[in-house]
């Protein structure tokens, strides 16, 4: 085989590859979420600067507030629930 030939079947066995990864995330995703995933919501997310946000996130019974900006994401205070005592 020629190598053109060879590097357009190996691309395309890649790409096609992916595709199919691709799928069945897609049709997995709920269980894959439910088995592995965390249980997280974004409440709300304010505009601060043209370049920085404020974001209000519920993960796993605490409430986060992060900074997003041009440097990433960073934590600026964390909020734990309360256990509930059962009488």
């Given at each position: 085989?020629?190598?053109?030939?060879?590097y357009?079947?190996?691309?395309?066995?890649f790409?096609?590859?992916?595709?199919?990864?691709?799928?069945?995330?897609?049709?997995?995703?709920?269980?894959?979420?439910?088995?592995?995933?965390?249980?997280?919501?974004?409440?709300?997310?304010?505009?601060?600067?043209?370049?920085?946000?404020?974001?209000?996130?519920?993960?796993?019974?605490?409430?986060?507030?992060?900074?997003?900006?041009?440097?990433?994401?960073?934590?600026?205070?964390?909020?734990?629930?309360?256990?509930?005592?059962?009488?």
């Amino acid at each position: 085989m020629t190598p053109s030939l060879t590097y357009l079947l190996s691309t395309g066995l890649f790409v096609g590859g992916l595709a199919v990864v691709a799928l069945m995330l897609l049709r997995y995703r709920d269980r894959l979420q439910a088995k592995f995933g965390t249980q997280s919501a974004v409440k709300s997310i304010v505009q601060v600067t043209p370049q920085a946000r404020l974001a209000l996130v519920e993960l796993e019974g605490m409430t986060v507030l992060c900074a997003l900006g041009r440097d990433g994401i960073t934590a600026m205070e964390i909020v734990t629930r309360p256990q509930e005592h059962a009488l």
